[in-house]
């Protein structure tokens, strides 16, 4: 597992402040001040009276300063990987479960091609698009009620994920009791393995515990928000929390505290209109506050599309990025625009001499979920790997599942999405 050796993180809940005051590149030592003195008494030989005049001799009394010179600390580097919606529909784990040796479910094959991918980066964050309740509850994939096999889960740790957010419209397909269970396996993985689930709190107090993690040096804070929860509500006396786009007031003061505890802020927004490439104006309006309160990195999902990005400037001149969604990581859908998502790369960088944490090298290389004649071997690919023989051969043309709207496929077809959506300074094709 990538654990040994990758990711030294220390993860924290985090409820005191801690400042990273802006410090000078030079230090002033204020060393001793010293004289040439009159030495009292004694003969007139002695150092106070080298002339033998037994007068004492005329000095002048000098100052020296000495500035020591601090280095400058080196810049702290770390790449992240954040995919978008794991939405493990029912043929994804029945697939799995076919793939299973001894009848539980297998998802080795499932992601293994983009297994590299998810392991070179220091960080690697995806949203858990179903639950994983564990226990009794029974294994759903259908459109409003998800519950996913607890392989899943050690499944994708195995693949490399250290963050995990939780904040979707999904959280309540199990209701309250169902999301409880979800937690308790979330809390149970991350005493296992040093990761991180995030978006669903046990009271209000655990909600404004601000998570923060600690990778080569490099401080992170985390925040996870979503936009609905399918028609349904949080029981009016369960003390459980859940972080909505609606709430600004929350948002604004939770960015504000997180960059006070750590060198860059990353929230993760489940919000906009499914199944189209065009942006909610909404969502676009909410996303510069965000950016202006102070999040570094805006990672959107929820509408199983691949949606544009783009950098969003502050008064100051420093600068957020946001990617307004990363579409689906993985699902069983069979419209074309919902079977191209997107694997988003980019760097923090903490530049030493400023202390100052910037968001670089955005690279956003295309994932495609492909299965054969129904739903068979259903599995990632990254762009790069990705043949016009393979896409030649997807059955999503011949898959009927109502109501549909986008059917042709072929590799003139991905590259369409592509172009439509991932700007080219962004795009990572080879």
């Known amino acids: 597992m990538k654990y040994t050796g990758k990711l030294t993180a220390c993860l924290l809940s985090v409820s005191l402040a801690l400042s990273f005051g802006g410090c000078g590149i030079f230090q002033e030592m204020t060393p001793e001040q010293s004289s040439g003195g009159v030495q009292p008494g004694g003969s007139s030989q002695s150092a106070g009276d080298p ?59 499932t992601y293994e091609n983009v297994k590299p991918i998810v392991q070179a980066a220091d960080v690697a964050i995806v949203n858990q698009e179903t639950l994983i309740c564990g226990g009794n509850y029974e294994i759903t994939g259908s459109k409003m009620n998800f519950n996913s096999p607890v392989e899943l889960g050690d499944a994708m740790v195995d693949l490399g994920f250290d963050v995990f957010t939780m904040a979707n419209n999904h959280m309540l397909d199990k209701r309250i009791d169902g999301l409880e269970s979800s937690m308790n396996y979330w809390d149970g993985m991350m005493q296992k393995y040093p990761i991180l689930a995030l ?36 029981p009016a006396d369960t003390p459980i929390k859940i972080g909505m786009t609606s709430d600004e007031a929350l948002m604004e003061r939770q960015i504000k505290e997180a960059n006070e505890l750590a060198d860059a802020v990353i929230v993760s927004t489940h919000w906009g209109w499914e199944d189209t490439n065009a942006i909610d104006p909404k969502v676009k309006g909410l996303a510069d506050k965000l950016v202006q309160w102070g999040a570094d990195v805006v990672i959107g999902t929820h509408s199983h599309t691949a949606e544009t990005m783009e950098y969003i400037n502050r008064p100051d001149g420093t600068r957020g990025f946001v990617f307004y969604s990363l579409g689906n990581f993985i699902s069983a859908q069979t419209d074309n625009f919902n079977v191209v998502g997107e694997m988003a790369g980019f760097n923090l960088v903490k530049h030493g001499d400023t202390g100052e944490t910037t968001v670089e090298d955005i690279q956003v290389e295309p994932v495609i979920t492909h299965y054969d004649a129904g739903w068979a071997n259903l599995r990632l690919y990254p762009y790069s790997s990705y043949t016009a023989e393979l896409a030649s051969a997807h059955a999503l043309p011949y898959t009927h599942v109502y109501p549909e709207t986008a059917k042709d496929f072929g590799m003139a077809t991905i590259n369409r999405i592509i172009e439509n959506n991932i700007p080219e300074e962004f795009r990572k094709l080879n």
Request: charged share 20%; aromatic share 10%; hydrophobic share 30%.
């Open 51 to 109: 002339s033998g005049t037994g007068l004492p001799e005329q000095t002048t009394a000098t100052t020296t300063t000495e500035t020591t010179l601090l280095p400058i600390p080196d810049d702290i580097s770390v790449s992240f990987l954040a995919v978008g919606d794991n939405l493990v529909q029912t043929k994804v784990y029945e697939q799995a479960h076919k793939w299973s040796a001894n009848g539980t479910y297998d998802f080795t094959k």
């Open 199 to 234: 978006g669903a709190y046990r009271n209000e107090e655990d909600q404004n515990r601000i998570r923060v993690q600690e990778v080569k040096g490099l401080k992170v804070a985390y925040l996870s928000y979503c936009e609905m929860l399918n028609r349904y509500s949080l």
